[in-house]
């Protein structure tokens, strides 16, 4: 963690001139909208949703008729799913339109979960699947506002464009169809045309109005559309739990795995090394006692200061793996301890009215350990402070030093690894750390209570 933290602090000035390059436009977007490509791209997406939901309807209450209509014999059940088979792959081609033409990326729902082999098995499962259901829903509801979007689409962009170059083809009207221009009002008695320049210069100005305000109003329209396609198309929201719960599960795992590697690790290397030495000159000294008494007293006095040290460094590993004051004493009196250690003067707020649970509070002690250890190896800060509260439901972390800064999350460091233990938990890691600080890192956990010890 320490060496991420360290390589966050060179990355803000590259940040800043990157978007000190960014592209500038010089017409506003309102006047952009109407000739940019993501305009005509989703005018492409309500055009073409009229003939494909005409197909799609038509296919889906077709099969599905036909299979409920067969119900009564065995043949309805292969029909019905089949016809929700099919939905599913019009589903695949309509994620893929969306994000085509709509820059919309929906992921991919969950698959048939078929236990065993056969077409009974395969039947059953396209039945049970809810993404075929929503499937079947989306090709059903796809028609009727298909239709709704396809007529206020066309409508609103013929008369924008029509007006607009109203004066570039007005000379039609005289020329070929002998009147003054378009007729605004007519009835027995009298009409009113579009035809002197002023009135020419009005229908113009209002046509650049419809322009200008068209790209919105389709963009209105196929947001309806990104909620259809993500909604009944996409993975359910239950089933996004269980992907990013079992995601979490994995995180737990390596990260429990790492620690045990490190904690067999400085066992092997530290404590038990010096142990295996010691035990070696209490027995040189055992064999001397006798011959060369002086020695022998100089052998243990050195293998008394080897036992301390090994003491010391099991005293540090256990504290690494859980300190006794955290379970004994709390968040505020182990913080305070780590506090003492930092290179920097430390200032701790802990403002908890109750503890939480154990493994909540274990992780919000880790969580601060670790970002004091980076402020004392990398944010060449002359203070820091650590405050901890709650908020309803959430335990906050907030750690701020007034060094350097230029820490980055994302830049695959140990934050990110900090992060990811967080998140693992339903936690939140926020770092707001600017080039020349200060720097203030902000943790959220979730809040479970003692009574759950």
Request: aromatic share 6%; hydrophobic share 50%.
């Amino acid at each position: 963690m320490a060496t991420g933290y360290g390589q966050g602090y060179g990355l803000d000035g590259e940040a800043g001139f990157r978007g000190s390059t960014e592209r500038r436009h010089r017409l506003p977007a309102a006047l952009r909208a109407p000739v940019e490509g993501r305009t005509w791209r989703e005018l492409g997406y309500v055009l073409l949703s009229l003939p494909i939901s005409v197909l799609l309807f038509t296919y889906a209450v077709t099969m599905v008729s036909l299979g409920a209509g067969l119900l009564v014999t065995f043949l309805g059940i292969p029909v019905l799913a089949a016809a929700l088979a099919g939905c599913r792959a019009i589903g695949t081609v309509e994620r893929a339109r969306a994000r085509a033409l709509l820059g919309l990326d929906v992921a991919e729902p969950e698959p048939l979960r078929v236990r065993k082999r056969g077409a009974m098995a395969w039947m059953g499962a396209v039945l049970k699947s809810g993404t075929s259901w929503r499937a079947l829903l989306y090709s059903v509801l796809q028609l009727p506002w298909a239709i709704f979007s396809f007529v206020v689409a066309v409508n609103v962009w013929v008369l924008g464009w029509g007006l607009l170059t109203y004066p570039l083809w007005c000379w039609v009207f005289p020329m070929y169809t002998g009147q003054d221009g378009i007729q605004l009002y007519g009835d027995e008695t009298h009409r009113v045309y579009l035809d002197n320049p002023f009135e020419i210069t009005v229908t113009a100005l209002v046509g650049l109005l419809f322009t200008i305000a068209t790209p919105w109003i389709v963009r209105a329209l196929t947001m309806v559309d990104r909620l259809m396609v993500h909604g009944l198309l996409g993975p359910s929201r239950l089933v996004s739990r269980v992907v990013e719960l079992e995601s979490d599960r994995g995180v737990v795992v390596d990260t429990a795995a790492a620690d045990l590697r490190r904690i067999e690790r400085d066992l092997h290397d530290g404590a038990q090394a010096r142990l295996v030495a010691l035990a070696m000159d209490l027995g040189l000294a055992k064999e001397k006692l006798q011959e060369d008494p002086d020695a022998a007293a100089r052998m243990v006095d050195e293998a008394h200061g080897e036992v301390k040290t090994a003491l010391q460094e099991l005293r540090d590993l256990a504290r690494g793996i859980h300190p006794a004051v955290l379970t004994d004493r709390g968040l505020d009196a182990a913080l305070s301890a780590v506090a003492s250690r930092c290179t920097v003067p430390v200032q701790v707020e802990v403002d908890l009215a109750e503890r939480p649970a154990p493994a909540i509070e274990g992780i919000a002690y880790f969580t601060v350990s670790e970002l004091l250890q980076n402020v004392s190896k990398h944010a060449r800060a002359t203070w820091a402070g650590v405050e901890v509260w709650r908020t309803e439901n959430r335990l906050m972390l907030q750690v701020v030093d007034n060094g350097v800064g230029g820490a980055d999350v994302s830049a695959g460091s140990g934050l990110a690894g900090l992060a990811e233990r967080l998140d693992a938990v339903d936690g939140i890691l926020v770092v707001d750390s600017p080039a020349g600080g200060p720097t203030r890192v902000t943790a959220e956990l979730p809040w479970r209570g003692a009574r759950l010890r």
